[in-house]
């Protein structure tokens, strides 16, 4: 069995691409209007545009969120310490959930 090692830089460029991608699809709609989202022969790019347009959210999850990408960032690269939250030493089942504060 293989086992990926992966670097805590390599989330500054997932990080970085997911949000070109967002920023790329937001150009394409802006420039071609309801036709991005078109599929068949007669569409933009005989709808490859529109494929590659609705798979763009994937890349924010795939490989971990944006927002955990970004928690690797600080943690690991910047050296930032992590947020202090109380319940880090108790199991699961004894943290409290849906209470109003």
């Given at each position: 069995m293989r086992v990926a090692i992966t670097h805590p830089e390599c989330s500054l460029g997932k990080l970085?691409?997911?949000?070109?991608?967002r920023a790329?699809?937001?150009?394409?709609?802006?420039?071609?209007?309801?036709?991005?989202?078109?599929?068949?022969?007669?569409?933009?790019m005989n709808g490859l545009l529109a494929e590659i347009l609705v798979s763009v959210p994937a890349s924010s999850i795939a490989g971990g969120t944006d927002q955990i990408?970004?928690?690797?960032?600080?943690?690991?690269?910047?050296?930032?310490?992590?947020?202090?939250t109380g319940d880090t030493d108790k199991p699961f089942k004894?943290?409290?959930?849906?209470?109003?504060?």
């Open positions: 970085a691409s997911s949000i070109i991608a790329a699809a937001r150009v394409h709609t802006s420039l071609l209007g309801p036709a991005a989202l078109l599929t068949g022969d007669d569409s933009p990408q970004r928690n690797i960032i600080s943690e690991r690269v910047l050296k930032i310490s992590r947020e202090r004894d943290i409290p959930r849906n209470t109003v504060v």
